[in-house]
């Protein structure tokens, strides 16, 4: 989703919310890159020129906190109003002086389990007012991903061949 991101669709995004918001049952998942922090060639950068200047890190770490703070109350209502089974984590986050990432502290923030590069989830859903064995579930499998989606047609056969093929899921992310 990439809030806040050169091309974000903001009025895009308010329907989303409303969406969610008029919905009974949403569940979401979290495939990475929630808001626009910096593009993985900026950040290794920042972070080499910061690797020996602990007091410039600690800066930059408080500096980033402000900005994030914010946008932890933009996303607010997709972990209000839906169950979000868990995030796995982007390649566009912020790691900070601790080594704490900013998709861990948007997981604890909002009390979603934590996934790291890819997880899976396995959600049931059971019949009201029969036994606790009835109903049924579907595995979730949802990972991030890193490069190669240029166009939208490579990001199937990249799931496809790459992932599909070695782990048992019923829907993937």
């Given at each position: 989703?990439?809030?806040?991101?050169?091309?974000?669709?903001e009025?895009?995004?308010?329907?989303?919310?409303?969406?969610?918001?008029?919905?009974?049952?949403?569940?979401?998942?979290?495939?990475?890159?929630?808001?626009?922090?910096?593009?993985?060639?900026?950040?290794?950068?920042?972070?080499?020129?910061?690797?020996?200047?602990?007091?410039?890190?600690?800066?930059?770490?408080?500096?980033?906190?402000?900005?994030?703070?914010k946008q932890?109350?933009?996303?607010?209502?997709?972990f209000?109003?839906?169950?979000c089974?868990?995030?796995?984590?982007?390649?566009?986050?912020?790691?900070?002086?601790?080594?704490?990432?900013?998709?861990?502290?948007?997981?604890?923030h909002?009390?979603?389990?934590?996934?790291d590069e890819?997880g899976?989830?396995?959600?049931?859903?059971?019949?009201?007012?029969?036994?606790?064995?009835?109903?049924?579930?579907?595995?979730?499998?949802a990972?991030?991903?890193?490069?190669?989606?240029?166009?939208?047609?490579?990001?199937?056969?990249?799931?496809?061949?790459?992932?599909?093929?070695?782990?048992?899921?019923?829907?993937?992310?």
């Open positions: 989703m990439q809030l806040g991101a050169v091309g974000f669709d009025q895009l995004y308010a329907r989303f919310i409303d969406d969610i918001k008029n919905s009974k049952a949403a569940l979401s998942i979290g495939t990475g890159d929630y808001v626009d922090h910096f593009r993985p060639t900026i950040r290794h950068n920042l972070e080499d020129a910061l690797r020996t200047d602990m007091d410039a890190k600690a800066a930059m770490d408080r500096m980033y906190m402000d900005w994030f703070s932890l109350k933009k996303i607010e209502p997709i209000k109003h839906t169950k089974v868990g995030l796995v984590t982007g390649h566009h986050t912020y790691t900070f002086r601790d080594g704490t990432t900013a998709d861990q502290m948007i997981c604890k909002f009390g979603v389990p934590f996934l890819m899976m989830v396995e959600v049931r859903w059971m019949y009201l007012h029969e036994h606790p064995s009835s109903g049924w579930a579907l595995t979730f499998h990972q991030h991903g890193h490069g190669g989606g240029s166009y939208v047609h490579t990001d199937i056969p990249n799931l496809q061949h790459k992932t599909m093929p070695y782990y048992d899921a019923d829907i993937f992310f």
